[in-house]
T-cell receptor
Framework: TQLLEQSPQFLSIQEGENLTVYCNSSSVFSSLQWYRQEPGEGPVLLVTVVTGGEVKKLKRLTFQFGDARKDSSLHITAAQPGDTGLYLCAPWSYDGLTFGKGTHLIIQP | DSGVTQTPKHLITATGQRVTLRCSPRSGDLSVYWYQQSLDQGLQFLIQ???????AKGNILERFSAQQFPDLHSELNLSSLELGDSALYFC?????????????FGPGTRLTVL
């Protein structure tokens, strides 16, 4: 079983600031997914990273997959209140996803 | 809107009782997954069904069971409820097996056991 560590657990910053959250494991991922969950809703897939060293951009969000495929990061530029939510990572699996505990992000206006 | 529907949205019941949560997957999706989300354990995979058959099991208690019907909707049955079963229960559906296929999550059922 892969143990996922996400950090920080909680993050509260002002609108306009930049931030980075992390997802780490002692095991190698075949591919990794990032989800965002807003209060009262189910998680929504943001991105899947597959190749070591891969960088994917989704507007102000930049996702990076570590060269060794054991870690990933999510960087948000100029955070907005709409970015508030729980950010979860999970190695891709067809048999059900194993999520990290997530990063609770609050962007204050 | 993910296209996955779950009912009821909220459920309040007492310890020892039994409840049934219902999920309708997105049109065409054959796989249904159930997850439990609690403050201390996070979001945990419970069980997966594919086209009516159990495909994989996660951290599902023996007091919990699920099934997927011919019309592909699924039900999660929780029995002998305990206070610790209070949580959000999510259903997700997926079309195929590729790692580019997305799991689409429903809005969840919030279960409160008093």
């Amino acid at each position: 079983t892969q143990l996922l560590e996400q950090s920080p657990q909680f993050l509260s910053i002002q609108e306009g600031e930049n931030l980075t959250v992390y997802c780490n494991s002692s095991s190698v991922f075949s591919s990794l997914q990032w989800y965002r969950q807003e209060p009262g809703e189910g998680p929504v897939l943001l991105v899947t990273v597959v190749t070591g060293g891969e960088v994917k951009k989704l507007k102000r969000l930049t996702f990076q997959f570590g060269d060794a495929r054991k870690d990933s990061s999510l960087h948000i530029t100029a955070a907005q209140p709409g970015d508030t939510g729980l950010y979860l990572c999970a190695p891709w699996s067809y048999d059900g996803l194993t999520f990290g505990k997530g990063t609770h992000l609050i962007i204050q206006p | 809107d993910s296209g996955v529907t779950q009912t009821p949205k909220h459920l309040i019941t007492a310890t020892g009782q039994r409840v049934t949560l219902r999920c309708s997957p997105r049109s065409g999706d054959l796989s249904v997954y159930w997850y439990q989300q609690s403050l201390d354990q996070g979001l945990q995979f419970l069980i997966q069904y594919y086209n009516g058959e159990e495909r994989a099991k996660g951290n599902i208690l023996e007091r919990f069971s699920a099934q997927q019907f011919p019309d592909l909707h699924s039900e999660l049955n929780l029995s002998s409820l305990e206070l610790g079963d209070s949580a959000l229960y999510f259903c997700a559906s997926r079309l195929g097996r590729s790692n580019t296929d997305t799991q689409y999550f429903g809005p969840g059922t919030r279960l409160t056991v008093l």
